[in-house]
């Protein structure tokens, strides 16, 4: 199978539990929530994303044609260091073309795999990381992983029953939007209230990394 990528670039990972590690981050093409076009936005399942992710013309983008072909193009983002090889694949929806051939030939190349999802799609069971970040009006089949991320405020997703859902780490993190600062206090109020969350900051926009 080919991989359709819309940008790849080494960075800190800056979100989550994971933030602060150094990653090379695949960004799939691609979404199933939302087309991407902005005329859509209104009208689409996911309205507040913040990426852009259609087509392949971005930095380190491109079609690749097998799996061989793209772990390449990760490791040279990564560089010849075998140690603490961390990958984190992203998009748009990654589940949409992570496949066994891409996960088997990251392993092999010494990667530790994370994935982040908007769990539509079940997770590939060879992922090392999963994240799942559920959107409100979407069908959340993948209930169970490393890290469930919820982007709040959402109208019609309660949190606490999100609480028994099978996750290891349970975080909040606030919408990036025209009203950060009020959504961050929003977000503070809920750990306060309910101590199963934690806060997770967006901490590569704060740092001005990509
Ligand atoms: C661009 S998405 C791609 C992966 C997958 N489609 C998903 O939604 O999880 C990466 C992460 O950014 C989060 N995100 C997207 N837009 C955001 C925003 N405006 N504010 C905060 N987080 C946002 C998503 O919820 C997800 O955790
Ligand atoms: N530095 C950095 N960390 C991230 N963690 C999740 C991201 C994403 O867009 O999936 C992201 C991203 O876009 N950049
Ligand atoms: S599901 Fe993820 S990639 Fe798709 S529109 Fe929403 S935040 Fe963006
Ligand atoms: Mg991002």
């Not at 075998?82 to 891409?102: C, H, K, N, S, Y």
């Amino acid at each position: 199978m080919s991989y359709a990528v819309k940008e790849m670039f080494r960075t800190l990972q800056g979100e989550g539990v994971q933030a602060g590690r150094r990653a090379v981050f695949v960004r799939f093409a691609g979404c199933n929530l939302w087309s991407g076009r902005e005329q859509d936005r209104a009208t689409a399942v996911c309205r507040f994303c913040d990426t852009d992710f259609v087509g392949t013309d971005g930095v380190g983008g491109g079609k690749f044609v097998d799996a061989a072909a793209l772990v390449a193009a990760v490791v040279g983002f990564w560089g010849p260091s075998l140690d603490r090889r961390f990958v984190v694949l992203t998009g748009g929806e990654p589940m949409l073309q992570v496949d066994d051939a891409i996960v088997d030939a990251l392993h092999d190349a010494g990667f530790m795999i994370a994935i982040e999802s908007n769990g539509t799609i079940p997770a590939h069971p060879g992922l090392d990381w999963v994240c799942i970040s559920p959107k409100a009006g979407s069908n959340v089949v993948q209930r169970a992983g490393d890290e469930l991320k919820l982007v709040w405020p959402q109208a019609a997703i309660d949190p606490v029953a999100l609480e028994a859902w099978d996750f290891t780490h349970r975080l909040i993190q606030p919408l990036d939007d025209a009203h950060a600062a009020a959504h961050h206090q929003t977000c503070i109020d809920l750990v306060m209230e309910r101590p199963a969350w934690r806060l997770s900051l967006q901490t590569h926009k704060l740092l001005g990394l990509r």
